[in-house]
């Protein structure tokens, strides 16, 4: 079992910075798959970033290579997406998610373990 609780998410203008936490219990953050994933009102759960079990490696689909960066703090157990310029249409709530397997995973249906969310508004 893992337990994931989010923070970080708020309300900020367009260009703005903003980094997510997610902070891991249960397991240790290097011994999972972990992603963020983004969902806004009417829209399917969106895949963002994700780090790659033990190697750390990441991965980002289009709309957040540049911006978004997922890195991770094996001694505090904790995930975060670092959000640089921020546009409108990244309103979202933001979750972070585990699985057990060593490969990537691009969706949210791959994901076993999530938080609660967290909301990010960026207004104009």
């Known amino acids: 079992q893992v337990q994931l609780v989010e923070s970080g998410g708020g309300l900020v203008q367009a260009g703005d910075s903003l980094r997510l936490s997610c902070a891991a219990s249960?397991?240790?953050?290097?011994?999972?798959?972990m992603g963020w994933f983004r969902q806004a009102p009417g829209k399917e759960r969106e895949f963002v970033a994700a780090?790659?079990?033990?190697?750390?490696?990441?991965y980002y689909p289009d709309s957040a290579k540049g911006r978004f960066t997922i890195s991770r703090d094996d001694a505090k157990n904790t995930v975060y997406l670092q959000m640089n310029s921020l546009k409108l249409e990244d309103t979202a709530v933001y979750y972070c998610?585990?699985?057990?397997?060593?490969?990537?995973?691009?969706?949210?249906?791959?994901?076993?373990?999530w938080g609660q969310g967290t909301q990010v508004t960026v207004s104009s």
């Open positions: 998610a585990a699985r057990n397997s060593y490969n990537i995973g691009y969706e949210a249906r791959e994901y076993v373990y």
């Open positions: 249960g397991r240790t953050v290097s011994s999972v798959g």
């Open positions: 780090i790659k079990r033990s190697s750390g490696g990441t």
